[in-house]
């Protein structure tokens, strides 16, 4: 099941904290881009991740579930991407959520569709970076530093650059990509038309298209034809 992210060139992330009518969904789930990620830095339950489920569900796509804490968890997603962030000091977002969630709910964690991510959160004034603490303030050959941390340390099968509502530095962004060897390089934040996508298309594996899909879904739509 993990090699199903390998030929993936784009993909749609909806937050469950976050309306979108049953004809915007639609185009978003019949744009071509290659899966559906769900998730969100707050605000996300199981209730609200099981409705939105249950919508992606009537189309066929892949749609995976990004774990940002245990409440959202819900099964009947094709995997489940478990970011583990590099560049904090917080224990908690390492490993420590993670060794609990196995300590809870062990017996019954479907480990062959988990995919873990090696998270590098770039963009300070972000929630997320907020969140975890994230060390934010890394230069290129930093950054990098920490992909090959997650790539051949590690052996994670995916290091996500995540710059987080705002377009990041693709100079970094390419600096990480040349940097790791087996991993798959996503890339999200700020990607909110074809030129933007097709940018961060050429210096990563996958770009992961979100907030435009609620700001302005007519050139969150391009994003897909921009790099396919």
């Known amino acids: 099941m993990k090699q199903m992210i390998k030929p993936w060139r784009h993909v749609f992330k909806l937050d469950p904290d976050r309306e979108i009518d049953d004809n915007a969904l639609e185009a978003v789930c019949m744009s071509g881009t290659d899966a559906i990620m769900v998730g969100g830095s707050s605000g996300v339950t199981y209730d609200n991740t099981v409705d939105l489920l249950s919508r992606v569900r009537r189309y066929e796509l892949p749609c995976v579930l990004e774990v940002s804490n245990l409440e959202m968890i819900v099964p009947g997603f094709d995997l489940y991407m478990i970011p583990m962030v590099m560049n904090t000091a917080d224990t908690k977002w390492i490993t420590g959520q993670h ?59 995916v290091v996500y650059a995540e710059y987080s509502g705002t377009f990041g530095d693709m100079d970094t962004v390419k600096k990480i990509h040349q940097s790791v060897n087996t991993a798959r390089l996503f890339y999200g934040g700020g990607i909110h038309d074809a030129e933007t996508a097709a940018k961060a298309a050429a210096v990563c594996d996958t770009i992961v298209v979100g907030n435009a899909v609620y700001d302005n879904l007519k050139q969150a739509l391009l994003t897909v034809k921009a790099v396919k």
């Open 99 to 157: 060794q609990q969630a196995v300590e809870e709910y062990g017996y019954m964690i479907p480990w062959d569709l988990l995919v873990p991510e090696g998270y590098i959160i770039l963009n300070s004034d972000s929630t997320v970076a907020r969140m975890t603490g994230a060390q934010t303030e890394l230069d290129a050959a930093g950054a990098a530093a920490y992909a090959q941390v997650a790539d051949k340390l590690m052996s994670l099968p």
